[in-house]
């Protein structure tokens, strides 16, 4: 089973949650430079695209699973925000968006799964596509997750747990790729997740930079 499959099925059974704490924290340093649009990258079903829409964001939600985009376009019609919200299905890897589009992006949880190559390209296109002084938003797990010490160990970070390859990153590793941007802030959170083995929920730890482009 191909990694689209696996997240396709993964969003037909997934609700739509609340906001995030992540894009409520974003929102408030948005909202002290007076920035109007975002691309929410991996956006899955949309719950931070609906939170910034609704704050009177104009938003690009971007994500390769369709069942997810068919999922928030529903609710963002039911919520009547459909005008605040572009939807846009394409890879994550291979980015195609013009330069200079947005005055943020965000990425929550969506940019840990793939190794240093792609890791980098994709980097290298938010940095295009991002405004001057523009605001980069990323959440990944953290080399602390108790999730890194199960399943299979790819290297590189990398390990294959319940047939999802995911990253675990050092604060040194994610920082390596920021080198053009000017980190703002950096922190490492803890929160009480459902693990992704049935029943269980575990406290797992992640990595939050906030990276201006200068």
């Known amino acids: 089973m191909n990694q689209q499959t696996i997240w396709d099925e993964k969003w037909q059974e997934a609700k739509c949650l609340d906001s995030s704490r992540f894009a409520k924290m974003a929102y408030q340093l948005m909202a002290e430079r007076d920035y109007k649009t975002i691309l929410d990258l991996g956006c899955g079903n949309g719950r931070d695209s609906l939170y910034f829409a609704s704050k009177g964001l104009k938003v690009t939600a971007l994500d390769w699973s369709e069942v997810a985009l068919d ?31 947005f005055d943020v992006i965000f990425a929550n949880l969506s940019l840990h799964y793939f190794d240093d190559q792609t890791t980098r390209k994709i980097i290298d296109q938010v940095y295009k596509i991002l405004r001057n002084r523009g605001l980069l938003f990323i959440e990944v797990k953290s080399d602390k997750d108790p999730l890194s010490k199960k399943g299979q160990d790819l ?31 950096i922190s490492q959170p803890t929160a009480f997740l459902p693990s992704l083995s049935a029943g269980k929920s575990y406290m797992a730890s992640f990595i939050e930079v906030i990276a201006e482009k200068r």
């Open 155 to 185: 290297g590189n970070e990398m390990r294959n747990v319940y047939g999802t390859k995911r990253r675990f990153f050092s604060q040194s590793s994610l920082l390596s790729f920021l080198s053009n941007f000017r980190v703002v802030k």
């Open 71 to 101: 999922a928030l376009a529903k609710q963002a019609k039911k919520l009547s925000l459909l005008e605040r919200i572009n939807v846009i299905w394409q890879n994550i890897a291979n980015l195609e968006l013009p330069d200079n589009s």
